[in-house]
């Protein structure tokens, strides 16, 4: 099953009553994968701003995870681009490396919870610009700025950074399971501490569950807990799957 899977993506997953076991399909191909338990892991996508210069400079100065590229930028300046409790925490975060912080955000006031915005207001690293957006992302190789719209003034000017953090929001993929299992009002899977979703013997790891952290060791931690429980779940299964 991992080698068939490491080279076909997945069309659709669907569930069986009668024997309790799950097929899986896969695009141009009629042969069906039965299996009596899954772990989803097929993570959640950074919202972009969707703005001219963007798409060919990530990895080049555009990123989604500060904890990830904040060493990168040590003693430089950089932007976090969003209002919310994500945006300020990596942003208090990235002064540990950058010497300036600038926070981007569309609003005159953060969405973020008190105790961050305490922290935040309080931190000589970080300014702030507020009623604003990125309307470009200046650089080919290499971001070596931004264009940036005052939206109160409708004024429009440069700002050199080296790199930006996008926080506007994370979407799940979850598609492929939305009719199977319970997802939250975002979209992501519902999981217990043992990483069951609603549906008996389906697993869900990593950043397509509603979990408040989304890092690749946090990932990594819930495919071991979830291969512990999967191994336990199987232990009392005792159905035949369809040959």
Known sequence: VR???????????????????YHFKCPGDEKLIWTNSAIIATGASP?????????????KGISFCATCDGALYRDREVAVVGGGDKAIEEA????????????????????????????VFKNKKIEFLWDSVVEKFIGKNKLE??????????KTYKLKVDGVFEYIDWKP????????????KKGFIITNSQMETSLPGIFAVGDVRNTPLRQVITA???????????DRFLSKSAVRLPS
């Open 3 to 21: 080698e068939y899977f490491a080279v076909n993506s997945i069309e659709s997953v669907n569930t069986r009553k009668k024997d309790k076991s």
């Open 220 to 230: 990594v931690a819930d495919g071991a807990v979830a291969a512990m429980y999967v």
């Open 145 to 154: 700025g931004i264009l940036i719209r005052n939206k109160k003034e409708n």
């Open 173 to 184: 993929n979850s598609k492929l399971v939305k009719d199977l299992v319970k997802l939250d």
């Open 47 to 59: 919202d972009r701003l969707n703005v001219k210069g963007e798409s060919g400079l990530i990895g």
């Open 92 to 119: 208090i975060f990235l002064t540990k490396f950058a010497k300036k912080v600038y926070i981007i955000h569309r609003r005159d006031e953060l969405r973020a919870v008190e105790i961050l915005k305490d922290r």
